[in-house]
């Protein structure tokens, strides 16, 4: 398999450290992004010029463009664009603040617009290019507890979507990581919780022992390497893909659930039209 050149954001750990060693290790080179880039110093002092570290905070669109810029005048060109950078946040839809909103949405979603905007002009140029999206299975379905969350991922969902077919005839691939519950730190120290209201006190706990029932045991990054570098090497890769085992049936309850819905209103559907 011939080289190529990553650009992954959000490097310090979790899938972004994980994907990037994997391609550190075959002979890729990787533009790394991190907040913090002390975090990357053991992987520079390990793979040396095969990695190049870049303080980003992926909010700063100027910022995101300037760091796609270096990685390519870097290393020549780019070939895999990993959006990772992101974090989770709890709270009801009620107690979610509006900087607390803003602010889960100027990472997790702008973040992601604004470095696949600055790749894109590279990518066409060469006519080839793949683009990672890392989502969620929270990108396709919705809980209590984590609505702003899933605002950012559906809305990644949704760009991303129409961004593979307008794409497409440049020789551009895009696709959508869709993990389960990793121990990523996504609920760890990375995240937020907003203030609770005393009034969803028994609703906390309820979806407390809710979500650990559904997520089951936390999927190591570490084993989701070997999967990442199937999906990139794919001549024809997804543009949707689940990483672990329970976002399948989670999909599927889901789903079925929504076309049931929507067939037995139909009439109702039909009525609107003035048919």
Do not use: C
């Not at 907003?194 to 999927?219: D, F, I, N, T």
């Amino acid at each position: 398999m011939a080289e190529k050149v990553w650009f992954i954001t959000g490097t310090s750990r979790g899938f972004g450290r994980e994907w990037a060693i994997a391609a550190l290790e075959r002979g890729d080179k990787v533009a790394a992004t991190a907040r913090n880039v002390s975090s990357l110093d053991d992987l520079v002092e390990r793979f040396g010029d095969a990695i190049l570290p870049l303080s980003l905070d992926v909010t700063d669109r100027a910022a995101d463009f300037a760091a796609v810029a270096t990685a390519h005048e870097s290393f020549g060109r780019l070939d895999v664009v990993v959006n990772n950078a992101g974090y989770g946040h709890f709270g009801f839809v009620e107690e979610i603040s509006e900087d607390e909103a803003r602010q889960q949405l100027e990472t997790n979603l702008f973040g992601a617009l604004w470095v696949t905007q600055a790749a894109l002009p590279f990518l066409r140029e060469r006519g080839s290019g793949h683009i990672i999206q890392v989502s969620s299975i929270g990108g396709i379905s919705a809980f209590p507890l984590v609505g702003i969350y899933h605002a950012s991922k559906w809305a990644l969902e949704g760009f991303s979507q129409a961004l593979a077919q307008e794409v497409a005839g440049f020789g551009i691939k895009v696709t959508l990581i869709e993990p389960g519950g990793f121990s990523t730190d996504w609920g760890g120290s990375s995240s937020v919780t907003s203030q609770p209201l005393p009034a969803y006190e028994q609703l906390h706990a309820q979806v407390a022992e809710a979500r650990k029932a559904r997520l089951g045991v936390a999927g190591d990054p570490n084993a989701s390497a070997a999967a990442i570098l199937k999906i990139v090497d794919a001549a024809q890769p997804p543009l949707r893909v689940f990483f672990g085992t329970a976002p399948l049936g989670i999909a599927k309850a889901d789903y079925a659930s929504r076309l049931e819905t929507w067939e037995k209103w139909n009439d109702v559907s039909v009525l609107a039209q003035g048919v």
